[in-house]
């Protein structure tokens, strides 16, 4: 808020009007002041005159009368005593003329060598001047700050219209109407043009999307229909199995896809570890008989989005299996942390240059490289909020997902497929209680 074009307009204007009424207020208390002790001197100087010209004291009583000048009796004690001189004039031999002020009042001061006569202005000062002055100032101000507060406000709901866009919202054109033409209203004009932009490569992503699924699942749905007129079971359930295979690849490119253009609504839920596996198995076409993954902890309780999550998982586990020097993945867990780990070379480089798509190492371009796997993995833990760390020792390479776990022990289901009341041991990971809980330098990381 403090950051904002308004509030700095507003201070400003505030500042403003409090200079403008601070500075109207001491010159309205000032320059009376100045004017009345001009308006003294010139009056003196003009009584200097007469008396150089040998006029007589009730001439020059005649002519203060003139102007209004009224004579004050009952103070000219008091004043003879106490009141200083301000501004002495000339004297000749038979009076003189002085300007005296008593606070706030002024008075002149002619003094024969017989008497002291005192004189002050009779007419009243008139305030209406500066207050009309002070009021057409203020009425300025204000009327500026209106203006500019009107040419500037197109430009908030430009901005509410980005923000909202920005969210996720729908993106839509603004109203040219509210504009003038002006910078504003040509910021409007790109912003609108930006928004026509948008929604057309949308829709062309959407169709050249919706071809390519169809082109591609229209084979897969044909070759599976053959493969089930296999008679041979055995090729019947691995081509079948291939095929399945091949679709869950089509449906988890849209999923990326989605999240690459924020589309993807996330569904987090509650989900066993163990199911997880089991399911990301199903994915890797990974026979019972061959499984190369070894799960240590079978019920921690997984919070986040299923499929995305197992998405996840998926591609950390391929790697893990392609890249093992022995052919083996270890799937663990501490505290709140899932660890995938195998045995082989340290990365090269740093994990961040793996996570760019279609990444190859530069020393080897011709390796299998991670390609769009850790890319696919960075992308779906970012979308839930969860960081993926690597470490490496002893010769393993340990990739942790962290905080994925909300909770350990809970209750597995029977292989009847009913829930059945066992005694469990829940504990928070993070508290590190209940069974071994092993931290991290428990595994050797």
């Known amino acids: 808020m403090r950051h904002s074009i308004f509030f700095t307009i507003n201070v400003l204007f505030l500042v403003a009007l409090v200079l403008f009424l601070t500075f109207s207020y001491f010159y309205a208390h000032v320059q009376p002041e100045v004017e009345s002790l001009r308006q003294y001197n010139n009056i003196a100087a003009s009584i200097n005159r007469l008396l150089k010209y040998d006029a007589s004291i009730d001439e020059i009583r005649a002519y203060l009368k003139n102007i209004n000048f009224v004579e004050i009796k009952d103070i000219r004690d008091k004043m003879k005593l106490e009141l200083p001189s301000i501004m002495p004039y000339s004297l000749d031999r038979r009076a003189s003329v002085k300007i005296l002020q008593v606070y706030n009042d002024i008075y002149i001061l002619i003094q024969t060598h017989r008497d002291i006569f005192v004189y002050k202005d009779s007419t009243h000062f008139s305030w209406s001047r500066y207050q009309i002055i002070t009021l057409i100032g203020v009425l300025a101000l204000l009327l500026t700050y209106f203006l500019l507060v009107k040419r500037l406000l197109p430009l908030r709901i430009l901005r509410h219209d980005i923000v909202q866009a920005s969210r996720g919202g729908t993106i839509k054109e603004v109203d040219m ?44 749905t044909v070759g599976r229909i053959t493969a089930e007129m296999l008679q041979d079971q055995k090729q019947k359930e691995r081509l079948c199995k291939v095929f399945e295979r091949l679709n869950q690849l089509i449906d988890e490119f849209a999923r990326v896809e989605e999240l690459a253009s924020k589309s993807y609504n996330l569904n987090k839920s509650e989900f066993l570890l163990v199911d997880l596996i089991s399911f990301v198995k199903k994915m890797l076409l990974i026979d019972a008989l061959n499984d190369p993954i070894e799960l240590e902890e079978n019920n921690d309780l997984i919070k986040a989005d299923f499929e995305l999550f197992a998405l996840s998982v998926k591609n950390l586990l391929d790697n893990a299996i392609k890249y093992s020097t022995d052919g083996k993945v270890k799937v663990k867990s501490s505290k709140c942390d899932l660890i995938i780990s195998n045995l082989g070379e340290p990365l090269k480089m740093s994990l961040n240059e793996y996570f760019k798509p279609y990444f190859k190492e530069k020393k080897n371009p011709n390796s299998k490289g991670f390609g769009l796997g850790m890319y696919i993995i960075k992308n779906t833990l970012d979308a839930q909020d969860l960081k993926i760390e690597y470490n490496y020792k002893d010769g393993t390479n340990y990739f942790i997902i962290k905080d994925c776990i909300v909770e350990s022990f809970c209750a597995l289901p029977s292989k009847e497929g009913k829930a059945k009341d066992t005694k469990t041991q829940s504990a928070k990971r993070r508290d590190g209680k209940g069974k071994d809980s092993k931290g991290l330098e428990d595994f050797d990381i």
């Open 177 to 220: 109407s509210l504009y003038q033409k002006d910078e504003i209203g040509q910021l409007a004009l790109s912003f609108n043009m930006a928004v026509n932009r948008i929604k057309a490569l949308n829709q062309s992503r959407e169709l050249f999307l919706r071809s390519i699924m169809h082109e591609l699942k229209t084979p897969i």
